[in-house]
């Protein structure tokens, strides 16, 4: 498994930016493997820009690893639809022409709890959209995301599918839009903090699908909320299921990052290399249930 971070870590959508740039030199300088970039965190989008940001990860002995998008399908208005589309494609080919291999999709949410606040508030949980049904939304999405599949191939370029709210705010969902999509180009961004409840059992039914796993932290208290996380049982479990990807930090604390993400950094480490101590024989033989350690954020 390897180490990397999210831009996002250093900016929680607070007015003043923290540039990609900035970010991938910290990145270097904390002795990770690569960097996941938030697209709402970019600065520029023209070729030459997006090539200044590949040479500077590949000279700092960085991957670019994934692009992090927010779409929303969850509309009944089609044009809104083919407009998330379209922007779902376009981020492809930025991914594409930063030589990033996945991207990370939303489903989108009902949008009836306008506030963030208010939607962590209520446990993630929001009414449904009167006149219509969750088989509304569920057949919206999955078209959506067929729609995106054939650029998905022609670039080469994987969209990995987030538990992040609305209508993947469950593992059941999540695993719904993947086995109706049915394509090799449609797999899982597994994130450890987007579960509020029953949190171990659902990550376990989506981990075989993982290509990319999002390890929230929370030093300083969650910015919305604070799971305490063991990561030694979370990797084990990557870990039966043969996952070898990225372990990309999304430091959600109100901490200065500059102290929370090498804080994340070294916990994460001591996790990984525990868990790597023991043959993947040995982690088989452990059950979900029995796993021990802690290392919780």
């Known amino acids: 498994m390897k180490l990397g971070v999210s831009t996002y870590s250093y900016w929680h959508f607070t007015p003043e930016k923290v540039p990609v740039e900035t970010v991938i030199e910290k990145a270097a300088a904390l002795g990770l493997d690569g960097v996941e970039i938030l697209h709402r965190q970019m600065d520029a989008e023209e070729p030459r820009a997006l090539q200044q940001l590949k040479r500077q990860a590949f000279l700092n002995g960085l991957d670019l690893y ?9 509309t009944p208005d089609r044009e809104q639809r ?167 930090i999304e430091f959600e604390g109100k901490e200065d990052p500059d102290q929370g993400v090498p804080r994340s950094v070294e916990m994460l480490r001591a996790a990984i290399r525990r868990v790597e101590e023991i043959s993947p024989a040995a982690g088989s033989a452990t059950s979900s249930g029995a796993d021990g350690g802690s290392a919780s954020s």
């Open 66 to 74: 994934a692009l992090s998008i927010h779409q929303g399908f969850v």
């Open 82 to 248: 083919r407009a998330q589309v379209r922007h779902t494609v376009r981020c492809i080919e930025l991914a594409h022409e930063l030589g990033v291999p996945a991207i990370r999709l939303n489903s989108g949410r009902w949008g009836t709890v306008r506030s963030f606040t208010e939607l962590m508030e209520r446990r993630g949980v929001e009414p449904i959209l009167p006149g219509y049904t969750e088989e509304d939304g569920f057949r919206w999405v999955v078209e959506a995301i067929e729609a995106c599949l054939p650029f998905a191939e022609r670039y080469g370029v994987l969209l990995a599918l987030e538990n992040h709210w609305g209508l993947t705010a469950t593992a059941q969902g999540v695993l719904r839009i993947l086995k109706a999509v049915d394509s090799p180009w449609l797999q899982v961004t597994m994130d450890c903090g987007n579960f509020l409840e029953e949190t171990y059992q659902q990550l376990e039914a989506i981990a075989p699908y993982a290509v990319l796993v999002h390890a929230k932290t929370y030093y300083g208290g969650g910015e919305w909320y604070t799971l305490e996380l063991d990561y030694e049982r979370i990797f084990r479990m990557l870990q039966r299921v043969g996952f070898r990807g990225y372990i990309s």
